[in-house]
């Protein structure tokens, strides 16, 4: 399936199976697995409710990603926008611009997680948190159907951090399949996904600092005066201790980009990959204009619609908030140093 190819580029992944298989095709058992592990973890209205939208007309261009017809009760609009990740390198900030634009809409709460193995269908009965949906239709239900199909909605969660696992702890290897590919069949290939990423040791301390004195349930629990170096040291032990283990809690592991991303590219077709934008923290600090138009020039979107908001964030340059990538990541690594002289 390709992007030359309009009809499954444009429909969810789930379609796309089943389209292939009522044509004969011989499904590859990674395929099949697939399916058979979202029936087991979708409620069985959900599924009725993905065969009717696999039937269903589109409403509008196709890349509106809207649908009507007998089965789902209303207009069913899915997102055009997911933003994957990751903690503490902007994902708030960037939610909150995108909220500013009129063809924008954001899904009612910021990290919607629906597409977490603990956050959907039966298995989300005792961990779902409140507000999050659990079911495909609670999903929808994050946009206001009424709106124009041609207005993009959009959802922020940390799906790239947290992929498998009943409790979110582990990533890849304890589970066949992942958020990666939850949100492939769910959604349409066309969607376009958002990473954000940092200069890995200044998130770290943004994540020790948002960490420190809070209760949580995390791998090595942080006391309340454990210093920047003291928990570098503790991870970096537990890290040895346990091998390949990517902890809820670990300041490290959350820099691992490319060890957490590999979920959402490393399956060809059964993953949502045909378009990812990377953007670091530092881009949309120094630069935050030129980074929102990066993103509404990916969605088709005219530069006459941008709020004024935006366009007053021209100014910012490389002033006192400024500084590349390279100066931000030798303060961070120098605070280290500091408290700790052994990591030199």
């Known amino acids: 399936l390709t992007p030359a190819d309009d009809v499954p580029f444009h429909e969810p992944g789930w379609c796309s199976l089943g389209r292939l298989a009522s044509e004969g095709t011989v499904l590859s058992e990674r395929a099949r697995g697939l399916e058979a592990w979202l029936r087991a973890t979708l409620w069985p209205d959900d599924v009725a409710l993905l065969n009717a939208l696999c039937k269903a007309k589109r409403v509008g261009k196709p890349d509106y990603q809207c649908y009507a017809g007998l089965g789902l009760g209303r207009r069913v609009c899915l997102p055009r926008l997911v933003g994957i990740g990751f903690e503490k390198c902007g994902s708030t900030a960037m939610f909150g611009f995108l909220a500013m634009h009129a063809e924008l809409v954001p899904s009612r709460r910021k990290e919607v997680g629906y597409f977490l193995r603990y956050n959907r269908g039966p298995v989300a009965r005792n961990n779902t948190r409140e507000g999050s949906p659990s079911t495909y239709r609670d999903y929808h239900a994050q946009w206001d159907a009424s709106l124009p199909p041609s207005k993009v909605r959009f959802e922020f969660s940390h799906y ?7 409790n979110g702890a582990r990533v890849a290897e304890e589970a066949p399949y992942s958020g990666a590919h939850a949100a492939w069949a769910l959604l349409p290939e066309s969607t376009l996904v958002l990473v954000m990423v940092r200069e890995p040791i200044s998130r770290a301390l943004s994540h020790h600092a948002f960490f420190r004195g809070r209760t949580t349930k995390i791998l090595f629990p942080l006391p309340e005066n454990q210093s920047f170096g003291g928990w570098f040291c503790a991870e970096t032990a537990a890290r040895v201790r346990m091998p390949g283990v990517v902890t809820h809690g670990g300041l490290l592991d959350g820099g691992h980009y490319a060890h957490l991303l590999r979920l959402w590219v490393r399956d060809g077709r059964l993953t949502l990959s045909a378009r990812m934008l990377i953007i670091l923290q530092e881009e949309l600090r120094n630069s935050p204009l030129a980074v929102l138009r990066r993103i509404t ?16 964030l021209a100014s910012r340059g490389q002033g006192k908030e400024g500084g590349d990538v390279k100066e931000v ?16």
């Open 297 to 312: 020039g990916a969605l088709g979107l005219q530069r006459d619609t941008e709020p004024a908001a935006w366009r007053a």
């Open 160 to 166: 790239a951090r947290y992929n498998a696992g009943v």
């Open 329 to 344: 990541g030798q303060s961070a690594l120098a605070v280290l140093v500091r408290e700790h002289p052994a990591i030199a």
